[in-house]
């Protein structure tokens, strides 16, 4: 019996979870500018304020202006889209209602990476094949940038523990290799 009160509870739980989950206005680019909007669900709504808005660092913008409104919809124009993640923004109701809702800024640029990583490390291994140290050397800081630039923002829309990982082993990699090649550049 307990089984099943537990089995139920546990199902209740992910039925709620859409239900107190901030609604999503959609997915952008990186770097252009959005409308924000909220629709007023009270027909005596004549406003809506935008509050705030929470970037995906967790750092918090109070904004306090009012959203244009078209009917029952307000817009607001936002041009500070440089962190790639979800953005949550709070609006008040000219009836006091509070709502939060979000948007998702993602990088757009996955081919880039794709080649970088091939180019970069295609040059620091044919650094390496050629014994070319400063070849290697070349290789090796292209890598460093890289790796510390998808550390700190992921790569294309994804920033997680999986990038966290790659870019670590990218660091490791162009550090490691890089300072055998100084090694053998200074000694020989």
């Known amino acids: 019996m307990n089984k099943k009160i537990l089995l139920t509870m546990i199902l209740g739980m992910f039925l ?73 923004f709070t609006t008040t109701g ?37 014994k070319h140290e400063w070849v290697t050397l070349i290789g090796c800081f292209g890598l460093l940038i890289l790796g510390i630039y998808t550390s700190f923002n992921g790569v294309d829309s994804f920033k997680n523990s999986l990038t966290d990982i790659i870019s670590y082993v990218t660091i490791a990699i162009g550090l490691g290799v890089g300072f055998e090649a100084l090694r053998k550049i200074t000694y020989y």
Not at 44 to 54: A, R, W
């Open 94 to 130: 000219s009836n006091g209602i509070t709502n939060t809702d979000s948007f998702e800024i993602s990088g757009g640029n996955i081919a880039f990476f794709i080649i970088a990583f091939i180019l970069f490390f295609g040059i620091t291994f044919y650094g390496i094949k050629i």
């Open 16 to 88: 709620l979870l859409p239900i107190v989950s901030a609604e999503s206005i959609g997915t952008f680019k990186q770097g252009t500018t959005l409308n924000i909007t909220n629709y007023c669900r009270d027909g005596g709504c004549t406003g809506i304020t935008l509050v705030s808005i929470k970037y995906p660092d967790g750092t918090t913008s109070q904004i306090n202006e009012a959203m244009i409104m078209n009917g029952q919809t307000g817009y607001y124009e936002f041009s500070d889209t440089a962190q790639i993640g979800t953005y949550y």
